[in-house]
């Protein structure tokens, strides 16, 4: 599950909750401060403990892939790159940036690299930008980190009811994400394939192999090794506190940020946010789409209304309205997610109205772009 920035997930009782004490070795706490380039606690407790994971499988590579052994590359055999993006082109840009000062002569595309907790993320949290930038020529890369498998399995059966079996959720949502990564025309589809954790306090959140569970080093050396192959221009996940608390977009933020500080290649990071007018729009909507929606207590509320930003503090927003067909279709080919049903029955012109501006925090840059902007490649191109 499920769906960022919002990701509702199966139970709403749990949105905008913050996270307690997970693995207490692990959190260092709700007020803890984590540094803005390597995801680590500036206060309380700093390191993961170490534990055993069980063996991974090795990644596939196609034939002729440059090797690396950060993801499992998911290409479909009939799979083409967006029109104008080679698989690995010849390099024709040249540009200036590093935070070192460094001149880069590059003869490769702009690269943008979102890194997403489940399957179906990629679609509402940041669908519009995706599909934009490969409109654009920009070679777009997906990081799919868990596999999904504590989501709404085949027929709509519940996790931990009779009959929901993760591994065939996993495959059932691989298929699905495929499609949607067709629909957004990505160019390329890596899957961490860690186990999905489930919402906060569910069982799932200690199983050996889980994300959660896996220590922040071991899952960001896989993704450096993604950011050294691919050498994204623009990286996004979320924000330190997953957008709303779930322990795998928390995860994505920290390996992320690791990753990125072990690799110091990246000239501009993203964080997704919501401003708060939208948020007051979408909760509307969903109370008008779901009619059995219980109206939250006051504390739920007041989580709810502490998630995303005031609109004034946002200054990157990106207008994706015209590529809200697409992100509407792809939210479709995951519409085995019970929480995605109610995006669909707005229908596309209601959905384009709400979810067409994708909006951002930058957290990162070395090409001194002004602020406010609307394009997370300005001054990159
Ligand atoms: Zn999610």
Redesign the pocket.
């Known amino acids: 599950?499920?769906?960022?920035p919002f990701?509702l997930g199966p139970q709403p009782a749990h949105i905008g909750q913050v996270v307690p004490t997970l693995d207490a070795d692990a959190w260092a706490g709700p007020d803890a401060r984590w540094h803005p380039r390597s995801g680590t606690p500036t206060s309380g407790k700093v390191k993961r403990p170490c534990r055993e994971q069980p063996a991974r499988p090795a990644p596939l590579h196609r034939p002729g892939d440059r090797p690396h052994t950060g993801g499992n590359k998911v290409i479909r055999p009939d799979w083409t790159p967006a029109p104008g993006i080679a698989e690995h082109p010849p390099r024709t840009r040249t540009k200036t940036y590093f935070r070192r000062r460094t001149v880069v002569m590059t003869d490769r595309p702009l690269t943008l690299m979102a890194v997403h907790?489940?399957p179906d993320?990629e679609a509402t949290g940041t669908g519009g930008i995706l599909a934009r930038y490969a409109a654009e020529g920009i070679r777009t890369v997906l990081v799919t980190c868990t596999d999904g498998g504590c989501g709404d399995g085949p027929g709509g059966v519940k996790p931990g009811d009779p009959g929901h079996d993760p591994a065939t959720v996993a495959s059932m949502r691989r298929q699905e994400l495929e499609a949607s990564c067709e629909v957004l025309k990505i160019s390329d589809l890596e899957m961490l394939d860690y186990a999905d954790s489930g919402m906060i306090g569910w069982p799932s959140n200690d199983a050996p192999g889980s994300f959660w569970q896996t220590p922040v080093e071991e899952g960001a050396a896989r993704l450096a090794e993604l950011m050294r192959h691919y050498r994204p221009d623009v990286v996004v996940t979320y924000d330190e506190n997953g957008f709303y608390g779930?322990p795998?977009?928390i995860q994505a933020h920290r390996i992320t940020m690791a990753a990125l500080e072990m690799t110091d290649l990246t000239p501009k990071v993203y964080w997704t946010t919501m401003p708060h007018s939208m948020m007051r729009r979408f909760g509307e909507i969903m109370r008008e789409f779901h009619e059995d929606m219980p109206e939250p207590d006051p504390a739920e509320a007041a989580a709810m209304a502490e998630i995303g930003l005031p609109d004034d503090e946002i200054a990157t927003w990106v207008d994706t309205t015209a590529f809200s067909g697409q992100k509407f279709d792809a939210l479709a080919a995951h519409a085995s997610q019970g929480e995605n049903i109610v995006f669909l029955k707005m229908g596309k012109e209601r959905f384009g109205e709400l979810m067409g501006m994708e909006t951002f925090v930058r957290v990162q840059d070395s090409t001194g772009a002004a602020l406010p902007e609307n394009d997370l490649f300005a001054g990159l191109r």
Request: overall charge negative; charged content about 20%.
């Open positions: 599950m499920l769906t960022g990701c907790a489940h993320d779930h795998d977009h």
